[in-house]
Each structure stands twice: as structure tokens, then as C-alpha cells.
């Protein structure tokens, strides 16, 4: 219980505590860092990144991340620091400038240039928004002397968003980033309730406009197994009248002394309305 105390303590006060810095970070998840030649820049890379990320859980300030750093290198990287650090003004030797060169050092210009690239045209595309912002912030790193204060974050931040998003956050023209990016989660949220919703509607609509009986049931369509035999017609041609000389069905007008016309038997032919 007082390991418990000790720790929710040390939080609560960066890396003030008991046992040397490297020792806390070490204790925390932290690795050392070698430097060795082979290293390859994402390996360097995601040190750093993890290093930074767990003196920001403490609420390190600028000098502790600095001074927290430096207590993790090893070998190679430490020498490499000593050299740096006593050709350099002290009143420079920052933790953006040991970013800048371990950077330079070890991650390499090239792969620098890559992921400012990558910054530059990183748009939404089908990423959630917390998920572009991770990404955003992973790559503004690289982005020194081309997003310089908040209001260009926001910007590029929403020049970036999918066009539906845009639209409609633009009009809130927010400058604080986080806030930002809040506001835009709320939309995002609303825009998928509502094509949740939409769907669902659709799908009702689907199974009440359906074919069904009078108990809602479907309809089942007659099926007829086997094949079909055709049935053959028998046509029946008239025999020929011996009073008329000619084929005819029913009685015969002439035998009956009716109408020829219309075979009434009230009156002739010539008489015939």
C-alpha cells in the first residue's frame, strides 16, 4: 500500500521521489538508449516518443525532460551527447534543442523530410478523428518553421478533415486545438447516429413494403414439380348442308326459313333493319 502512495505521489510531482531520475523512469517503462551505428531511425524514433510520453504522465517540465533523457543514454549515445553538450552554449542546451539533435543524430535528415512530406498531405481520408488526430500530432513534430502557432494547427487540422466534417465545423472557426477537435468528435458522433439511424429506417422500411398475406405473412408462390405436358387439340370441321350446299354449325337458316343475315325467323332477308 505505501509502494501505491509512493507512486500516485510521484505523479502528482513529476519525477521528484526517491532513487535517481533514470532509476524512476526505468521503473516506469523507460529504456536506455545505446546509440549504436546500426540503429535504424524508426527505432530512434519511437524512443524518444515513448520517453517523452511517460515524463508527460509525470507532468515533467522542460528541464526534467531534459535532464530524464540524458540519464538514459548509454554508450555511444551518451558520448555522443557529451560532445554536443560542451560545443554548445549552455543557455541553448533546451529540450527542443536535444530533440533537434538527437533527431539529427540519429533519425536522419532524409527520414525527417518524409514525415514532414507526410504531414503536409495528411488528410482524413477514412479515419476516425481521434485517430487523425494521433497521427497529426505524431507527424507536427517534424513540422519546425511550418506550423508555428495554434491558429495554423487548427487550420491545417481542418483543411484536412472529410468534407462533411469541414462543412460544418467551419463556421465555428475555434483557435484552441483541443477545443477543437472536441467540437469536431461531437459532430462526428451526431453524423454517425444519424446514418445509424437512417440504415435503420431503412431497413423497417424494407420488411413492412414487402410482399405479405393477410395475417403479415409472405406470400408463397405456387410450385409446380415435374414437367409440363401439352395437351393436345382436337379441331372438329363442320360437315356440309344438304339444303344450303355449304359448311355451317347449328341449325340451318334455310331449312328454318329464317333471316340470312341475322337468323331471325320474323322476317326475310330483304326485309332485314
Known amino acids: 500500500m505505501l509502494r501505491v502512495l509512493e507512486r500516485v505521489a510521484g505523479a502528482s510531482t513529476g519525477l521528484v521521489g526517491r532513487g535517481s531520475i533514470s532509476e524512476r523512469l526505468l521503473a516506469n517503462g523507460a529504456e536506455t538508449f545505446k546509440g549504436v551505428?546500426?540503429?535504424?531511425?524508426?527505432?530512434?524514433?519511437?524512443?524518444?516518443?515513448?520517453?517523452?510520453?511517460?515524463?508527460?504522465?509525470?507532468d515533467c517540465t522542460v528541464k526534467q525532460k531534459l535532464k530524464g533523457?540524458?540519464?538514459?543514454?548509454?554508450?555511444?549515445?551518451?558520448?555522443?551527447?557529451?560532445?554536443?553538450?560542451?560545443?554548445?552554449?549552455?543557455?541553448?542546451?533546451?529540450?527542443?534543442?536535444f530533440k533537434a539533435a538527437f533527431q539529427g543524430k540519429y533519425i536522419g535528415a532524409s527520414?525527417?523530410?518524409?514525415?514532414?512530406?507526410?504531414?503536409?498531405?495528411?488528410?482524413?481520408?477514412?479515419?476516425?478523428?481521434?485517430?487523425?488526430?494521433?497521427?497529426?500530432?505524431?507527424?507536427?513534430?517534424?513540422?519546425?518553421?511550418?506550423?508555428?502557432?495554434?491558429?495554423?494547427?487548427c487550420v491545417r487540422f481542418e483543411d484536412g478533415l472529410q468534407d462533411e466534417l469541414r462543412v460544418l465545423i467551419a463556421l465555428q472557426r475555434e483557435r484552441d486545438f483541443a477545443a477543437l477537435v472536441e467540437k469536431i468528435k461531437i459532430v462526428e458522433d451526431?453524423?454517425?447516429?444519424?446514418?445509424?439511424?437512417?440504415?435503420?429506417?431503412?431497413?423497417?422500411?424494407?420488411?413492412?413494403?414487402?410482399?405479405?398475406?393477410s395475417l403479415g405473412r409472405?406470400?408463397?408462390?405456387?410450385?409446380?414439380?415435374?414437367?409440363?405436358?401439352?395437351?393436345?387439340?382436337?379441331?372438329?370441321?363442320p360437315q356440309t348442308c344438304t339444303d344450303w350446299g355449304r359448311s355451317h354449325q347449328d341449325e340451318c337458316w334455310r331449312r328454318a326459313r329464317a333471316c340470312f343475315r341475322c337468323g331471325s325467323i320474323d322476317h326475310q332477308v330483304k326485309n332485314c333493319p
Not at 37 to 53: D, G, I, K
Not at 218 to 237: L, S
Open 218 to 237: 409472405p406470400i408463397k408462390k405456387a410450385r409446380f414439380e415435374g414437367p409440363v405436358r401439352a395437351i393436345p387439340v382436337t379441331m372438329v370441321r
Open 111 to 153: 527520414y525527417v523530410d518524409a514525415r514532414r512530406k507526410e504531414f503536409l498531405n495528411l488528410t482524413q481520408g477514412n479515419k476516425t478523428v481521434a485517430r487523425y488526430k494521433e497521427e497529426f500530432l505524431r507527424l507536427s513534430q517534424y513540422t519546425h518553421g511550418i506550423v508555428t502557432t495554434e491558429h495554423e494547427w
Open 190 to 213: 451526431v453524423k454517425r447516429s444519424m446514418c445509424h439511424n437512417r440504415e435503420k429506417d431503412r431497413g423497417r422500411f424494407k420488411r413492412d413494403s414487402g410482399p405479405s398475406g
Open 37 to 58: 551505428s546500426s540503429v535504424a531511425p524508426n527505432v530512434a524514433e519511437y524512443w524518444l516518443e515513448a520517453t517523452e510520453r511517460i515524463m508527460d504522465d509525470f
Open 69 to 97: 533523457t540524458v540519464s538514459l543514454l548509454r554508450d555511444g549515445a551518451y558520448q555522443w551527447w557529451l560532445t554536443v553538450r560542451d560545443g554548445t552554449r549552455v543557455d541553448r542546451l533546451t529540450w527542443d534543442f
